[in-house]
DNA sequence: ACTTACAAGTTGTATATACAACTTTGAGTT
DNA sequence: AACTCAAAGTTGTATATACAACTTGTAAGT
């Protein structure tokens, strides 16, 4: 056979993210927020005052999903949304300082996954981006 | 900076495997059938029957997480559970039919796959995997 | 045989995700 | 200005996932 059944490469990436999100999340628990979330809260930092849709641009996610994700995000008072149709978001001044909280955690989860992958792994890792699109 | 927000190892994954995901899912499309079930499948082809956790084991998924898809499957007849309150699992004569069935499908999809990511990438995939865990 | 402890399964709950269908808005065309 | 169309947002629906709490069965020790 051409391929293996077990060399799957969704299912084996899929693995990947799950082990590397549980990993991430040993450091959340006290902080009552998801991976996910946060995801969305670092992507939004980094993006500052943006367009809703840029967000699902750069993570890859489908529009609706990062309606509700941000619909969570604004229910918690984390960030801010314009009241257009097609709204703009930033973070709250309560989320940037969420930020600031959550990155030492995050801090040390990033600490334990660069060991484990090591410069190589983390060449790997760019390599599969690289080429994946 | 120590690590930049935007290089989260955690995040990265997630967003390969959506994307691996989405292609395999272009090929699924007409046989009803999910890209997570149809690892389940395929992962009890390999297994033979089996106990119930050794799924999850292989897969690292929380053993709720197997429940509900095994679930799921049975409830379409492609899988077999023996009736005690620790399960033996197997493909069912139609669950081996279907796999069957998606096999081409999945090839098409890892052709692309393949293709993208290339010997290099399938070396650093593989890499990535020795490391992580 | 009884008890205890642990391992594995299930269920409740919340979030994450995608796709389809519908809605809204703005931009171009006439 | 009215029309049309495409892009982006939302909602309905189904699955995927994890964690916590509870359940059940088995194995070990007495």
Redesign the pocket.
Known sequence: MKHELKHCIGSRL?RLS?IA??HI?KFLGAHKI?E??MTILFTMHELGRT???KV?EVL?????????????LEKRKLILRSD????EVELTTEGKKFVKILIPEWVKAMDILVEKLNDDGLRSLQNLESRIQ
């Open positions: 899929r799950r999100d549980g999340r998801t996910n979330q367009e809703q849709g699902g890859c996610l489908e529009r609706s999903t990062v309606s509700r994700n941000i619909k969570l257009e149709y097609r709204p």
